[in-house]
């Protein structure tokens, strides 16, 4: 999917800030790995997707971590992201900007995927 530059550069600045905390308290999450320019290490593909963050919790159950945009959060793309993830028995976090909360409930709502939690930035 295509995305203008103001759109990725807000993308990965969102994914960046939610590194340090979910490895600090309470979460302690560990694994942590994130698809980002300039990181080594990226989550392995789930089905057709690559998540933006995978990471194992204390008690070693998987996590998938999706950061969506504004633009980006209500359309097929993010559909089927939440799909192939959802296939995994994971658990599944989407991290959206805070005024984007509504929408992102809404849609997880609707696709059937309400085991999914919607974090907020900003």
Not at 6 to 25: F, G, N, V, Y
Request: charged fraction near 25%.
């Amino acid at each position: 999917m295509e995305f203008s530059k103001a759109d990725q550069e807000m993308h990965d600045k969102m994914l960046r800030s939610w590194i340090t905390p979910l490895q600090a308290e309470p979460y302690g999450y560990t694994n942590v790995l994130v698809d980002l320019p300039g990181t080594n290490e990226r989550p392995a593909q789930v089905g057709t997707s690559i998540p933006d963050l995978t990471a194992m919790t204390r008690n070693r159950e998987r996590v998938i971590g999706e950061v969506k945009t504004s633009n980006d959060i209500d359309n097929d793309h993010t559909r089927g992201q939440l799909s192939d993830y959802a296939r995994t028995g994971a658990k599944i976090m989407l991290l959206v900007p805070k005024d984007s909360k509504p929408i992102a409930d809404q849609v997880c709502q609707k696709w059937g995927f309400g085991q999914v939690q919607v974090w907020t930035y900003g």
